[in-house]
């Protein structure tokens, strides 16, 4: 599948937003298999881990060895997180082709979070930005400056779209090539969606905002790609089985799931490079490495495709 | 609450939708108090039961006493479903104020559901419409021919717009007052929301379809209750819980959920008259009248409202 007939890119987070929430650490094995078999389903792009410290995220700690195994399959793009600096350094050492640093738009938040201001995270976007222009053209990657809690946040409430504008001002600035909007905390809505992208848009330019990752909280993250699709961003983020974020009840996941998204942007008339069967065998290889506890959402693999079912 | 201040009609269906798929009879006294919760809540329309017989569907044998109960609530609007004449006889003595319906776009579906071919479900819709011209003024229901399996068809496959244009049509001819659109199998897509909708309006006039009848089976409900938004539908079927339709795996439903619905809607600016705290109380009452095993979906009840929640 070659990229050019791609309409809508799907980037499956959930090797690190997913797996990040799941304490039984995963065999690298399994996730290089899980990786392989997203990949052999046409998914363009796999967040393959975060370059935090072990001691962190144990579970994140085969980050590097992901990056190389996932660099060894053609035509993938290879996306990581890197929080700081030090993150940074050995993302690019590992040869990713994209990295993204979390900027929480909730200073509150990033306080929290990080135990980093607003000032001292521009500070190391910056350095970030520099280290990158130091690395030789070929081995260099895109630098995206993700603005997350920027439709609300859990301890500040209600976010001010001026803020999320002035950070991605601020974000590229300091070097980023790119800014994400990140629906952290699953408050959302479809006119949000719209608005904030097209005041975004504004500040910084149509081209350096293509891509946003919603949760699916409050059950309307479908419906956020719908009013995301509308405005015109093109890479969305999902995750496999909806793992990750904060699950609740029945049904209710963290991120939206990869599954029911490619049913969505098929079915809406986006090709996605995505082969619905081999994501389902995707999904199988990942229920076989998961422990029984951890559930698999997702409805259209549960209700399989409409009969007569065809791709965009 | 009054209606000049609602953006959006919710029509919960869940008392007939929902209780239909469900075995274990409810009392009529609990369905009874739920529907009050449900307009105390600020609901506009409750679709409360079916006029069939009590050997098909015991659990809506009562539907001609909720009538009478639900018609006492001042301010709702009390919805049934009439599969044919004498159904519709049963429902006009009751006093509904609005009757469904239901004719199968997929003429497979309606033989196997009702026994009958189109030509025989339009001539029940002509000898109801003419009871109704002969019911006088103020006891004369809305009379609403609803295109069922509108999006595809489990049976046929998909469904050309085609047939539910000239479907509407008839049934305008035959003596409806208006049409609706119905996702029975879960195939719908936003972009058919948005088409097969602009298709019937060119054929018998915007305002003879308002509303729309989703099913959340693939996960695609609320995505194209923004479809359904955004092309100007606006009264939406929900159901409370996601009861009904047919439930396959942990967050697969049958119907969209009101709940999730509500807060959509709110979020997005439509005010639907709906309190939100009144409405997860009426989810408690259907919840102590259920049996434990019926699981009730929907996301918003359990991550509860964002921080700094506003209605519209």
Redesign the interface.
């Known amino acids: 599948m070659n990229n050019y007939s791609i309409d809508v890119e799907v980037s499956e987070v959930g090797p690190r937003d997913g797996l990040q929430s799941i304490s039984p650490i995963l065999p690298t094995e399994a996730k290089k298999c899980w990786i392989s078999a997203l990949a052999a389903a046409g998914v363009p792009e796999v967040e393959v881990g975060s370059f935090v410290p072990a001691k962190v995220l144990p579970q994140l700690a085969d980050t590097a060895e992901l990056v190389e195994h996932a660099r060894g399959i053609e035509g993938l793009r290879v996306a990581v997180l890197a929080p700081n600096f030090r993150g940074a350094q050995d993302a690019i050492r590992a040869g990713a082709h994209k990295i993204t640093i979390p900027l929480s738009v909730s200073e509150t938040h990033s306080l929290k979070n990080v135990r980093r201001t607003h000032a001292q995270m521009l500070e190391e976007v910056s350095r970030i930005a520099g280290l990158i222009r130091e690395t030789p053209e070929n081995q260099r990657p895109d630098f995206e400056g993700g603005l997350s809690t920027a439709f609300?946040?859990?301890?500040?409430?209600?976010v001010a779209p001026e803020r999320v504008v002035q950070l991605a001002e601020a974000l590229m600035q300091a070097g980023c090539d790119e800014v994400g909007l990140s629906d952290t905390?699953?408050?959302g809505?479809?006119?949000?969606v719209r608005d904030l992208t097209r005041a975004v848009w504004r500040a910084v330019g149509r081209d350096r905002l293509t891509g946003i990752h919603l949760h699916?909280?409050?059950?309307?993250g479908?419906?956020n790609?719908?009013?995301a699709l509308?405005v015109g961003l093109r890479t969305i983020d999902a995750s496999m089985g909806g793992i990750g974020g904060?699950p609740?009840?029945?049904?209710?996941?963290g991120n939206i799931?990869t599954e029911?998204l490619v049913?969505?942007l098929e079915?809406?008339?986006y090709r996605t490079g995505i082969n619905m069967e081999r994501l389902l065998e995707a999904r199988q290889v990942l229920r076989d490495s998961l422990p029984e506890e951890i559930?698999l959402?997702?409805?259209?693999?549960?209700?399989g495709l409409?009969?007569?079912f065809r791709y965009a």
């Open positions: 609300g946040c859990t301890l500040e409430g209600p905390t699953g408050y809505t479809p006119d949000q699916n909280t409050r059950g309307q479908l419906a790609v719908v009013a509308d904060c609740f009840a029945p049904g209710a996941s799931v029911d049913f969505l079915g809406m008339g559930e959402y997702g409805f259209t693999p549960e209700a409409p009969k007569g």
